[in-house]
Each structure stands twice: as structure tokens, then as C-alpha cells.
């Protein structure tokens, strides 16, 4: 093959090229290329991110599960931009074009846009006009009159007359000169770079009402006469905008010189012409090359690049959106269990009753039932007492409440249930319990093997008792798309979607460490090394043999093999087994080290477990060897302080207030507790127990200017707000974080109840906003939000 015979002769330059991954990689993270290096080297070899993260700290220079994450992407990136690269220098190569200008370009392109814009000239098209203007032989009159400003341009058009291939007059010729420069214009790579530098400093989007939606598009009035920096656009109002395009109900464009209303011509002309030194006059010549300027950027290059930015708008709008779901999905799965205990789970109802069910200290369903206490049937009495009777019978410790329909009823039952049995069960709790997902678990195939005998809705109550006792347990079971923590969800990549919110659950399920005696197979799946088949394999050796007493067991489970052990073993716990390590997060590999750090104290390795005195008068550099260093002996040490720590935090719940149970119950000024059930770029939704979330809206967070709400809030924070405004028939409610802020002190127009549209940060810090403005209450990801959470 060619290529293999380009690579010959340059097989240095390729080379250099490649190692440049790593060295590009470590300066966007700020560390040392070897750190970089090494890294690429365990992922090259099968190692997983959770298991480099927390096991290979000398060789990655201690990087965490976030730049690992970011190392991988982009290592991913740039081995396909060189794969690309090969293809692009293949088939200049081939056709005979590769010069050493072009070939030192190609190498030194740094992102796939510049390499395309290169190849451009050189990639395969079908027969463009002006391709059909050179086989007629046409090519040398356009560069005569690019180069001789002086030409007669009539006289010398008719010396390309050529009937036969369809240029039969003078006008012909020079149309057919104009699309040959026009082609070539739009080719040239580094005009292309001089005029995207231009329009990504000064271009504007402007989205427009589509003819005649006003009605049905309402939902996206606040776009209908909308113009913002394209540069400057924030993630959800990017997505928003382009859910109005595709659903018809907007037209958006990109405008390249705002402020130009004459709109006589486009500045990117003058960049044009200038980059091909054309100072033009008015002659014949000038004149001509006036319209193929204009022709060039208006048919050619401003479409390109109207696309192009606006799929760059889109890629980054999604990008940011997946790492909000993201950021929610892993506070959402680190909340804090409310531990082994055994639990009531209320799925609320009316017609069709609350779904009962009881799950142990261990998760195990005991009891069931259904029961109907609210209209039309309004067997309250007798519903008391099936739960006080259950509750006394199973010794249930907690109350797991969904948040669904007739949730506060149902969450007063629970009340009334606690006061009857608090002598029997003077602990009895009860906590609101988000139902996200519970109804895609209910439904799923993992349920019905699970319980193949049990109603679907006994399911779904069975999930929210679990998901109280331990969110990550329960909620791995789920698709995580299905939790609806996000923004604009359904209008991202599903599959860049899938992939960032799959590392989410690996990272959170690795950090937390799994029980290998208790965890349900989709748990165990997520642990780094392990896939669902290993998973079943597992669970089946467990359910054949009994439980595992020592970690080396693993290997003899059914197709799980060394590589796999290493990966997985340090995440997997065995409390009460043969080992007390098998119980901690250190790996198998490193048991000697512990076995030496206790021979040296004249300690059993179960001495040395949890003796923090000793432990913490240590030096992790007196057990540093060639195979352990300071990072891995240090890691140790805390470990054997605390083995088997939960990293989660303290379990809170917040309390909602008696008789606020609708929307309509809420009035302005009053201060409310709620659960934060998602954060966005804009602002955070909060639960206050009305079937519907307020937005605190990011100025309302804190006194102080904040360019990202996750600084502040995660889902799940238990928050108290301030009602600033409610509207009912709408359904929208408007909080501040700011309790000493009053609502009726701001009156807020109807035109003001939008975002800020501007997308200028310091505009915002200087322009005073109505509070209410600043609510979003007309931004159409509430009502997207409001249908996805029902």
C-alpha cells in the first residue's frame, strides 16, 4: 500500500507524532507527561479507571477518577484524529498532492476541524460546477483574471467559448471562471481559520418565530424574537432553541455582522478579500471579482459555517448537559443511606390504593399488601391498622414514603400510624422518598426475575423501602437515564449520555465498596473488572456454595480469571470472613505489606486493624519498597484506621410543612425545608412537597454572584427557601435561598418573568433584576422538567 511506503520514508515524524499524545494530554490536565504516559499504558493493558484511581497512585502521580475520566476521553479523541490523519495523508499521497508544506500542516493539525479544512482541497467531491468548469479548460482564465487586474475581461472570456461542454458565451465562461474561485476560495484552510476566528469573536444567533406557531409554539415564546452571542449562549438555552427548530416552532440563523442592518455586505468579505490581497476598485476586473467575493462568502462559506457553529453550539450545549446530569446522578447515588434496618415502603395511590411492601435489615421483601385509605374507598381506620399490625409483626425501624400522587396523604397515614404504635415501636420513622425510576425498575426484566410472582406496583413499592435503606444499591438497577436528573435529556447524544453516566455509577459504586456477601448482581456488575455475566456467576456461586469467607474465592467462580481479581477484589468487602482485611479497601496485593507493618509492632494483622493509636504514629515512608510507595503505604494506613469506611455522609431528611400540600397552599413568604431534587446551570429545583418543583433560581441562591450553582447546592441537600412567587394555573413556583428577601418588596412585571436573556455574566452583576425575573418562571425547561418528573 501506499501509506505503508509514505510511512517508510517518514516512519520518525509519525512516531513523534504519536507519543505527542501524551504530551499534548498532560499539558490540557496541568501535570507531568510520564504521569500521562504510564496512565495511557494501564488502560492500554485492561486496567479500569476506579481500579488506577485508587491502586496505581505511583504510577499516575496520584490523578483522580475525574482526570482519569478526562485522560481517557481525550486519549480516545486524538488516537481517532491520527487514525484520521492517516486516511487524509493516504489519499493525498495517492492522488500525487502530498508536498512537504502539506504534510508538515497535516501533522501539526491539532483538532479535526483543522485536519478537514486541510483535506478539503484534496477530498473526493461529486461534480461541482466548477469541476465541470475545469474539465472544459476554464481554470486558466480564472487565475488570468485574478492575477491581471488589468485584463479586458470580455475579450478574454470569449477565447474559453467552448459549446460543446456548455459554455457557449462569454457570460457562460466567466460564470463557470467565478464557481472554479468561488470552490477554491471556500477551500483554502487558513482563510477558513481567519474567518471562524472572526465569527466565533462576533457572530449572533437569532431565533425566530416560525409562521403562524405563536400559539402552538408557546412554550418557546421566549425565543421567538431572541438574539444572543454565539459564543456566550448557556447549555439549556442553546437546547431549548434547538428543540424549537426541530419541533418546528422556530428558525434560527447565524448572523455574522450584527449591527449591519444596511446588511450591503459582510465584513467576512473584506476578510476574504484581503487574505487574497484584493484591493479592488471599480474596473471590469474589480467588478467581476467583487461578485465572486460576494458569491464565495454568501453561497459558500456562510452556510459552512453556519452549520459548523451551530453543530459546535449544540456539541458543547450537550456536552455541558450530560455533565449536569452527571454531577446530579453521582450526588444523587452517594446520598446517605439511611442504613440496615428494616423498612415500610408506601407506593401512594388513590383509586388503585398505596402499594405496601417490607423488606428486612437486608433488603428481603417479607410482607405485603394494598390498602386503601383514601377516596373513593376511605378505609383510613382500617388502614392504620394493617400498618400498625405489619409494622409490630417485622419490627420495621423506618418509613419510606413515595413522592408521587397522594404522597402528603399518604405521608399523613404515616403520621397517624407512627402515633398509634409509638409505645410498641418508639424508633418508627418516616422519611419522603424520591419515586424517580422506581416505575422503570417495577416494569424491568431484573424485577420481574426478581420477583416473577409479585404485582408491578408491589415492585415499585418494594424499590422505594430499598432505595431508603441504600440509594446506590437500589437505584444501580436502574437505567440511570431513567432517574431524570438532568436537563434537556432527550435532546443529547443517548449515547454520550449512556457512556458519562455509566462512569458515574462505576466511580460512585468503587468509592463506596461493594458487600460481596449481600450485593444483588447489577451492584456487583458496576464493580471495576467485573461485567454482568461475571456478576450472575457470582451470585450463582454464592447461592450453590454459601457465602464467600475469604476474597482468593473469586477465582473460582466461573469465568472470572486473574485479570479480572485484580481489577475487582480491593472494591469487594467480606465482613466477618476469614481475612479482617477481606473486609477493608486493601487490595489483596498489598497484604504482605500489611503483614510486615504489623510483624514489625509484634502485632496480629487483626491487632493492627483499627488500632489508631498505633496505626496513627506511624510512618508510611519507614514501609516504603521498590513495589509500594509513599501514596499506596499512606493509603494503607487510613485504611487500617477506619477499614471499610462508608465515604457517604450523615443521613438527613428534611420535614415538610403540615397542611402544604398543594400548590395552591403556598403563599408568598413563607419559609419552607426541601429536598434539592436537581441542579442545573441556571438554578436548582427544590422539593417542598406539593407535587411540584420550585426553582431557586441561580441569583437567588446567595447574596453573592455565582457562575455555577453546583458550588453551592447537589441533589438531595436538604435546603430551607423562601416562596416568592406561585403561579398556579402554570404550576410554577418561584423560591429563594434568600430567607431575608420578601417577595411583595419586588413586583414583578409579566414581560420580566423570563431568564435573563443577555448571556452576559457582568451584565447580570451590574444590571438589578427583579427577584421575580430572575425566577425563570417562562423558561420551557420547567415544563419539560414537570412532565419528566411525573
Not at 80 to 100: A, F, H, M, W, Y
Request: net charge positive; charged share 25%.
Amino acid at each position: 500500500m501506499i501509506i505503508r511506503t509514505f510511512y517508510s520514508r517518514h516512519d520518525h515524524t509519525f512516531m513523534q507524532m504519536t507519543r505527542n499524545i501524551a504530551q499534548i494530554i498532560a499539558q490540557e490536565l496541568n501535570v507531568r507527561e510520564q504521569q500521562v504516559s504510564s496512565t495511557i499504558s494501564l488502560l492500554d493493558d485492561g486496567a479500569t479507571v476506579p481500579f488506577v484511581a485508587r491502586y496505581r497512585k505511583e504510577a499516575t502521580g496520584g490523578l483522580d477518577d475525574t482526570q482519569l475520566r478526562t485522560l481517557n476521553s481525550r486519549l480516545s479523541y486524538l488516537r481517532d484524529l491520527n487514525d484520521r490523519r492517516e486516511v487524509i495523508i493516504s489519499s493525498i499521497d495517492t492522488q500525487g498532492k502530498l508536498t512537504p508544506e502539506l504534510q508538515r500542516a497535516l501533522f501539526e493539525a491539532d483538532s479535526k476541524t483543522r485536519l478537514e479544512d486541510l483535506y478539503l482541497p484534496y477530498k473526493p467531491k461529486r461534480r461541482t460546477k466548477g469541476r465541470i468548469a475545469i474539465e472544459a479548460g476554464i481554470e486558466p482564465l480564472a487565475d488570468h483574471l485574478l492575477n491581471n487586474r488589468n485584463a479586458d475581461i470580455e475579450p478574454e472570456a470569449a477565447k474559453y467559448i467552448k459549446a460543446e461542454a456548455g459554455f457557449a458565451d462569454s457570460k457562460l465562461v466567466l460564470d463557470g471562471a467565478r464557481f472554479i474561485l468561488m470552490e477554491r476560495f471556500a477551500e483554502d484552510a487558513a482563510l477558513l481559520q481567519k474567518v471562524r476566528q472572526h465569527l466565533s469573536q462576533n457572530s449572533v444567533l437569532e431565533s425566530r418565530m416560525a409562521k403562524g406557531k405563536e400559539k402552538e409554539g408557546a412554550k418557546f415564546r421566549d425565543y421567538f424574537e431572541h438574539t444572543e452571542k454565539l459564543s456566550k449562549i448557556p447549555s439549556h438555552r442553546a437546547l431549548a432553541m434547538l428543540r424549537g427548530r426541530n419541533e418546528g416552532m422556530l428558525s434560527l440563523s447565524m448572523n455574522a455582522d450584527p449591527g449591519n442592518e444596511s446588511k450591503q455586505g459582510s465584513y467576512c468579505e473584506v476578510i476574504i478579500a484581503e487574505h487574497f490581497k484584493l484591493n479592488l476598485g471599480t474596473g471590469g476586473v474589480d467588478s467581476w471579482l467583487k461578485t465572486v467575493v460576494t458569491a464565495s462568502w454568501r453561497i459558500k462559506i456562510a452556510l459552512q459555517m453556519e452549520t459548523e457553529f451551530i453543530a459546535k453550539m449544540r456539541e458543547h450545549a450537550e456536552s455541558e448537559a450530560i455533565n449536569v446530569f452527571a454531577r446530579n446522578l453521582g450526588d444523587l447515588l452517594m446520598a446517605a443511606p439511611a442504613g440496615a434496618k428494616a423498612t415500610l415502603g408506601l407506593d401512594p395511590g388513590l383509586r388503585s390504593g398505596v402499594k405496601v411492601a417490607i423488606v428486612n435489615n437486608t433488603g428481603k421483601l417479607v410482607a405485603h399488601a394494598t390498602i386503601f385509605p383514601h377516596a373513593p374507598q376511605k378505609q383510613w381506620d382500617k388502614s392504620v391498622r394493617t400498618l400498625a399490625n405489619l409494622a409490630k409483626m417485622h419490627k420495621v425501624e423506618l418509613i419510606a414514603v413515595g413522592n408521587g400522587t397522594a404522597s402528603r396523604e399518604t405521608d399523613k397515614l404515616a403520621a397517624e400510624l407512627i402515633a398509634s404504635v409509638k409505645t410498641e415501636l418508639p424508633r418508627l420513622t418516616k422519611i419522603m422518598v424520591s419515586e424517580a425510576g422506581a416505575s422503570v425498575y417495577s416494569a424491568s426484566e431484573l424485577a420481574a426475575n426478581e420477583f416473577p410472582d409479585l404485582d408491578v406496583s408491589i415492585r415499585g413499592a418494594v424499590s422505594i423501602a430499598r432505595r431508603l435503606q441504600d440509594p446506590l444499591a437500589e437505584l444501580v438497577k436502574i437505567e440511570p437515564k431513567s432517574i431524570g436528573v438532568g436537563q434537556y435529556q432527550h435532546d443529547v447524544s443517548q449515547s454520550q449520555l449512556s457512556l458519562s453516566l455509566e462512569g458515574v455509577v462505576e466511580d460512585c459504586v468503587n468509592i463506596v465498596g461493594v458487600d460481596l456477601n449481600m450485593a444483588s448482581a447489577p451492584l456487583l456488575a458496576q464493580v471495576a473488572g467485573l461485567n454482568k455475566t461475571l456478576a450472575r456467576n457470582i451470585v450463582n456461586y454464592r447461592d450453590e456454595n454459601g457465602q464467600f469467607t475469604q476474597r482468593k474465592q473469586l477465582l473460582k467462580v466461573a469465568r472470572l480469571g486473574p485479570k479480572a481479581y485484580e481489577q475487582a477484589a480491593g472494591f469487594l468487602r467480606i465482613f466477618s470472613g476469614d481475612n479482617p482485611l477481606d473486609a477493608s479497601s486493601v487490595h489483596p496485593e498489598a497484604y504482605s505489606l500489611v503483614e510486615t507493618i504489623a510483624k514489625a509492632k509484634g502485632l496480629a494483622v487483626a491487632a493492627l486493624v483499627g488500632n489508631t493509636e498505633l496505626l496513627r504514629s506511624l510512618s508510611a515512608a519507614e514501609f516504603i519498597t521498590d513495589r509500594f510507595g509513599l501514596p499506596t503505604v499512606t493509603d494503607i494506613l487510613a485504611e487500617l484506621d477506619k477499614p471499610g469506611r462508608d465515604p457517604r455522609g450523615e443521613f438527613k431528611t428534611a420535614t415538610f410543612m403540615e397542611g402544604v400540600e398543594k400548590v395552591n397552599h403556598l403563599k408568598p413568604d413563607m419559609i419552607l425545608e426541601g429536598v434539592v431534587t436537581n441542579v442545573t446551570n441556571f438554578g436548582a429545583f427544590v422539593d417542598v412537597g406539593v407535587h411540584q418543583d420550585g426553582l431557586v433560581h441561580i441569583s437567588s441562591l446567595t447574596d453573592k454572584f455565582v457562575s455555577d450553582p453546583h458550588t453551592l447546592v447537589k441533589a438531595g441537600d436538604v435546603v430551607k427557601v423562601k416562596v416568592m412567587e406561585i403561579d398556579v394555573e402554570r404550576k410554577r413556583i418561584a423560591l429563594t435561598m434568600r430567607l431575608d428577601e420578601k417577595a411583595a418588596d419586588k413586583p414583578a412585571p409579566r414581560a420580566a418573568q423570563r431568564p435573563n436573556l443577555a448571556g452576559n455574566k457582568s451584565n447580570q452583576q451590574r444590571k438589578p433584576q427583579p427577584k421575580q425575573a430572575n425566577a425563570a418562571m417562562g423558561n420551557a425547561f420547567a415544563d419539560a422538567f414537570s412532565k419528566l418528573k411525573k
